[in-house]
């Protein structure tokens, strides 16, 4: 069965960086896309940036391009979200997610998930 497991949040000032990091075991993920999203309170959870493990191919929500990179390590089966120029809006719990070929924007798309690890920004 899929796990991802997430590590790597924690409490930063604004300015500073994080990486988070995601596990994935259970399967053969070669053609999977692996994307990270983030949940405040009483929202949707928000689409912060993709990558499939084949090719590599990045993407990006708009309120996080330049400042967080997406990246993949195929051998360890982990995925990391490097954070960098940290604002307070990017308080959230952050989820790792899975999903069959193509990547998506939409948190609905995707079948496997992480148990979500906490990012505080204070300002």
């Known amino acids: 069965q899929v796990q991802l497991v997430e590590s790597g949040g924690g409490l930063v000032q604004a300015g500073g960086s994080l990486r988070l990091s995601c596990a994935a075991s259970?399967?053969?993920?070669?053609?999977?896309?692996m994307g990270w999203f983030r949940q405040t309170p009483g929202k949707e959870r928000e689409f912060v940036a993709g990558?499939?493990?084949?090719?590599?191919?990045?993407y990006y929500g708009d309120s996080v391009k330049g400042r967080f990179t997406i990246s993949r390590d195929n051998d360890k089966n982990t995925v990391y979200l490097q954070m960098n120029s940290l604002h307070p809006e990017d308080t959230a719990v952050y989820y790792c997610a899975a999903k069959a070929y193509g990547t998506s924007y939409y948190y609905r798309d995707y079948a496997y998930w992480g148990q979500g690890t906490q990012v505080t920004v204070t300002s």
């Open positions: 259970g399967r053969t993920f070669s053609n999977y896309a």
């Open positions: 990558t499939t493990w084949s090719i590599g191919s990045t």
